[in-house]
């Protein structure tokens, strides 16, 4: 979810909408570009805002923020900000191990880093289902210590961090990658030991990035729904997710009460959309100065 | 890399800290693609091949082939004209469109799944209009390829956009002052400069629009050998307890992401220069 950066745009010749220029096609490929998404995305993600308002503020509410909506959402979003935690903390030390060390098999790890993120989550799903049921390779391990984490909201926390560590660790390995030693030698040759010299130069220089990673892998976590649906078991109040409870209103045919969780769901991911854009802001500003 | 004792950590943290991330890989990422073969095989290769010869299995591999093959084109000739009017031209909102081409990232995949239910469902907007013109979307297959356009929308072009913008416009404005059309200039300038970054961006939107689950299962309906591609074929399985099928269809899925995995890390290796590595 990297925003492009862009150079500004260049003063000469601005009357229009449009600057001149001597290449061809921009009408055709603008038109086609604002056709195409009208159509695919910004036409039917405004269904569900049009339908909602057509419910009435009480009709919403009755739905959106009843009390099986609300535990939902406290899972969604609970689970979803413990997973990204998790992530956040060993996404940090795998992207600095891959930036800074050599070990055997290094490229092999580099690649499978990025396995939740071409792997489909309903393999994820049922595989970490199989891990992690009772009789399962880490379940029979953990079941004799009384933890269960299959068909548990604990559940959701192991799908939930399966799927965000490629976001914490591809959001943290360029800018580690980029910090020159230069800035360390000179913390050392000052007498800063290794522990100050993190401390006080590296994490301030890589924390914009690692919370732009968080919050992507935050807002992933959210809306997923392939892989936890599995390990969840799906319990009304206790282990139901927000976008299981979208599907479930679904099959009872009650269009209106999927929409509303859905908007819900849609306003807190345009709020995480624009909480990520502000913290890449940050994260270049640190990184150009 | 070679560091200066002043600037790495003493040996037994470089180790420890290797540790510490060899061991959440392995528990985190490698045991879930091992356990999928595990399972597979469970029951031995005759039981492996019955659930992926099954004509219901078959008939969920067509489909999802069949949805790969409508929506990740399209999305190239999306991807590629979004990033040339973006990348070759200047224009006022062109950060808006930025953004708005990569929403369907920040979308929930059951909402992006619902979001055509209201439009082509039976109760939705066209609902009426469709259901006396005899059209079925929703519970059909194209319904299926909507809800993957949706989810593969932004792939090729948030890897051609960075890419574009960085390759500039000159070798473009030098081909149309000797004369060259639009088209030549295209195929003859731009896409032998950017072959490596579109192909990366397949890749992705391809791995994506074979596995996508969420968005599909809103719509799919879940007729069996109908409506059901890969990823919902094994949910089927899976609740039905029929795990050696389940797991079976799931290394062929598994196998893709693999294979993915592969070309994504080649092409790194070999044309870091030619394209726009970035998350996702």
């Known amino acids: ?289 | 890399m070679s560091r200066s004792t002043s600037t790495t950590e003493p040996g037994w943290m470089r180790w420890l800290l290797i540790a510490l991330a060899l061991g959440f890989l392995l528990l985190n990422l490698a045991l879930p693609l091992a356990a999928v073969f595990f399972e597979a095989f469970r029951k031995g290769w005759d039981a492996y091949v019955a659930g992926i010869i099954e004509p219901d299995a078959i008939a969920a591999m067509k489909l999802t082939l069949l949805v790969a093959a409508i929506a990740v084109p399209v999305n190239i000739v999306f991807g590629i004209s979004a990033a040339w009017a973006i990348t070759k031209f200047e224009f006022r909102f062109k950060s808006l469109l930025i953004t708005l081409i990569d929403l369907p990232f920040s979308v929930s995949p059951v909402v992006s799944g619902l979001v055509y239910v209201l439009v082509f469902g039976l109760q939705g907007w066209l609902g009426p209009w469709l259901r006396e013109h005899d059209v079925q979307i929703i519970f059909a297959v194209p319904g299926i390829v909507l809800a993957t356009m949706f989810v593969t929308f932004p792939f090729v072009a948030r890897e051609l956009i960075p890419l574009m913008q960085e390759q500039g416009r000159e070798d473009e404005e030098a081909a149309i002052s000797l004369g060259a059309n639009g088209w030549q200039t295209f195929t003859r300038v731009t896409l032998p400069n950017i072959r490596w970054g579109l192909l990366y961006g397949v890749l992705l939107c391809n791995a994506r629009a074979m596995g996508e689950f969420g968005a599909v299962s809103v719509v799919s309906g879940h007729i069996r050998g109908l409506t059901n591609t890969m990823p919902l074929h094994i949910e089927i399985l899976y609740n039905e307890y029929n795990f050696v099928a389940a797991f079976a269809v799931a290394t062929l899925l598994a196998g893709l992401a693999l294979v993915t995995l592969a070309l994504k890390t080649l092409l790194e290796w070999r044309y870091r220069d030619q394209l726009h590595v970035g998350g996702h």
């Open chain 1, 1 to 289: 979810m990297t925003t492009v950066a862009l150079p500004a745009a260049t003063p000469r010749a601005r009357r229009g909408l449009v600057e001149r220029s001597i290449m061809p096609g921009f009408g055709l490929t603008m038109g086609f570009t604002v056709f195409y998404l009208s159509v695919i995305v910004l036409i039917p993600l405004s269904a569900v805002f049009i339908t909602t308002a057509g419910m009435g503020f009480d009709g919403f509410v009755e739905v959106a923020l009843s009390q099986r909506a609300l535990y939902a959402y406290r899972l969604s979003f609970g689970a979803a900000a413990i997973a990204a935690s998790i992530n956040a903390v060993f996404g940090l030390v795998v992207a600095w191990v891959l930036v800074r060390y050599e070990f055997p098999g290094k490229r092999l790890v580099n690649a499978l880093v990025d396995l939740p993120f071409a792997l489909p989550t309903a393999v994820a799903g049922i595989a970490l289902t199989a891990l992690y049921a009772p009789n399962g390779w880490i379940g029979a391990w953990l079941a004799p210590h009384g933890i269960k984490v299959a068909f548990q909201p604990l559940g959701v926390v192991v799908a939930l961090t399966f799927i965000g560590l490629p976001f914490v660790v591809r959001t943290v390995e360029p800018v580690l990658a980029d910090l020159g030693p230069e800035v360390e030698e000179a913390a050392a040759s000052l007498g800063a030991g290794r522990w100050q010299t993190f401390a006080r130069v590296i994490w301030p220089a890589i924390l914009p990035a690692l919370a732009t990673g968080f919050a992507l892998a935050f807002a992933r976590a959210v809306g997923e729904y392939g892989s936890v649906i599995f390990i969840a078991g799906n319990m009304p109040y206790k282990s139901e997710i927000a976008p299981l409870l979208i599907v479930m209103q679904l099959e009872q045919y009650n269009i209106p009460g999927a929409t509303a969780i859905a908007a819900t769901m849609l306003i807190a991911s345009f709020v995480l959309l624009f909480a990520i854009n502000l913290l890449q802001g940050w994260s270049r500003r640190r990184m150009a100065a």
